[in-house]
């Protein structure tokens, strides 16, 4: 049995009896590689059909549930975390300029591209017109070149 196919026979098998918190599970969650990490997640889909982040929503309300599956989807995939992120920030009343900054700046010259591009999916509106929806000045300008909005 490979490491990854037994990892996620572990994962499964403490999820299922709600053993959140086990050292295992933090273990295999905080000490793999990303290509590791990604191989476990799949075989963990296709041996018990459902991904993992789907399993453990079976406490919406626990905390620790949902710092584990926004781990799970920050390291799987990013550019739909973030998006979040910023969706969040910018539909605040008023928006949460620290948020929007620490993702913009962060991941300006990481992955702002399908940052963008899921925006764009998730909320039929593109980034660069959202934040200059939500801001002014020189903030707006600083934030629209750093995603690459052209003539910022």
């Known amino acids: 049995m490979t490491l990854a196919k037994s990892e996620a026979k572990i994962l499964h098998d403490k999820i299922s009896d709600k053993h959140y918190t086990d050292e295992e599970v933090i273990r295999i969650v905080s000490t793999r590689s990303k290509a590791q990490l990604n191989a476990t997640l799949n075989h963990y889909n296709t041996s018990f059909g459902n991904a993992i982040n789907k399993d453990l929503k079976a406490d919406p309300s626990d905390e620790f549930l949902k710092l584990l599956r926004a781990v799970i989807k920050c390291f799987t995939t990013p550019e739909q975390y973030f998006e979040k992120v910023l969706r969040q920030a910018i539909n605040k009343l008023g928006s949460d300029e620290w948020a929007l900054t620490r993702v913009v700046t962060t991941r300006a010259e990481v992955d702002m591209v399908r940052i963008k591009e899921a925006y ?21 300008k600083f934030l629209l070149a750093l995603i690459g909005a052209g003539d910022a």
Not at 120 to 128: D, F, K
């Open 120 to 140: 764009q999916r998730r909320n039929s509106i593109p980034l660069e017109q959202a934040i200059a929806k939500d801001t002014s000045g020189d903030y707006e």
